[in-house]
């Protein structure tokens, strides 16, 4: 399950302005590489929508079907928020809807009888 925890205006390449919804997957325990200890965190990913500002402030806290996974891209820089430092990344967090999820595990285990 994901659910629509906030919204955002962007702008397309053409100027228009539009909205993205940022969607939230469920809680995740991971372990810290440097301490060793778990913390608790969970994926995000933005989808653009045909929403208005209202529309989108009434969709937030919809939950729905499908997960946040990881994607491999193109690098790109990105700065971290908080301390401004400027980062190279090779993937993004997309959303993936539960038809997606049961074709890649059919793909998956008919992989394994192969």
């Known amino acids: 399950m994901v659910t629509v925890v906030e919204f955002k205006e962007r702008?397309?390449?053409?100027?228009?302005?539009?909205?993205v919804l940022i969607l939230q997957g469920g809680i995740e325990m991971?372990?810290?590489?440097?301490?060793?200890r778990f913390y608790a965190t969970a994926k995000r990913a933005s989808v653009p929508s045909t929403f208005d500002e209202n529309t989108c402030k009434t969709l937030i806290g919809t939950t729905f079907p499908g997960s946040i996974k990881?994607?491999?891209?193109?690098e790109y820089e990105y700065t971290i928020v908080d301390t401004g430092e400027v980062i190279n990344l090779?993937?993004?967090?997309?959303?993936?809807?539960?038809?997606?999820?049961v074709a890649e595990k059919v793909i998956i285990d008919a992989a394994a009888v192969i």
């Open 11 to 19: 702008q397309s390449g053409d100027g228009e302005k539009f909205y």
């Open 90 to 101: 090779k993937h993004r967090w997309v959303y993936v809807d539960n038809v997606e999820e």
């Open 30 to 36: 991971v372990k810290s590489k440097e301490t060793g």
């Open 70 to 74: 990881r994607e491999e891209c193109e």
